[in-house]
Nanobody, 125 residues
Framework: QAQLVESGGGLVQAGGSLRLSCAAS????????MGWFRQAPGKEREFVAG????????YYADSVKGRFTISRDNAKNTVYLQMNSLKAEDPAVYYC??????????????????WGQGTQVTVSS
C-alpha cells in the first residue's frame, strides 16, 4: 500500500524558514505529480505547490510564489517544500499528495489519489 509521510513542521518566527519533507513508500512515485496543500482551521484545503516528477515543472499558488520552493529527489522518493519568509497567513496543516492520473500539475485537491497525514506549521509574530 502506498504511503506518504510528511515531516519538518513546527513553530517558527515570522520571517523564518522551514523545510517540509514528504517520503513516499509502497510504490515508485517517480512518474507522478506531487503536490503540497495546506488547510487552516475553518478554511478549505488549498493548493500550495506542485511538481511533475518526470519533467520537473513546478507551480505555485500566488500567495507563496517567490517564498516557497518545491523540489524532489527521485532516488529517495521524497519531495520537499522549502518555506522562506514565513508570514502570519501561512500557519496551517500542510499535506503532501500524489496525483497518479496525470503528468501535469493541477491545483484541485480532488484530483489527488494519495495523501499524507499532515504536518503542522505555526508562525509566531
Amino acid at each position: 500500500q502506498a504511503q506518504l509521510v510528511e515531516s519538518g513542521g513546527g513553530l517558527v518566527q515570522a520571517g523564518g524558514s522551514l523545510r517540509l519533507s514528504c517520503a513516499a513508500s509502497g510504490r515508485t512515485f517517480s512518474t507522478y505529480v506531487m503536490g503540497w496543500f495546506r488547510q487552516a482551521p475553518g478554511k478549505e484545503r488549498e493548493f500550495v505547490a506542485g511538481i511533475s516528477w518526470n519533467i520537473g515543472s513546478s507551480y505555485y499558488a500566488d500567495s507563496v510564489k517567490g517564498r516557497f520552493t518545491i523540489s524532489r529527489d527521485n532516488a529517495k522518493n521524497t519531495v520537499y517544500l522549502q518555506m522562506n519568509s514565513l508570514k502570519a497567513e501561512d500557519p496551517a496543516v500542510y499535506y503532501c499528495a500524489a496525483d497518479l492520473a496525470t503528468i501535469v500539475v493541477v491545483p484541485n485537491p480532488v484530483e489527488y489519489d494519495y495523501w499524507g497525514q499532515g504536518t503542522q506549521v505555526t508562525v509566531s509574530s
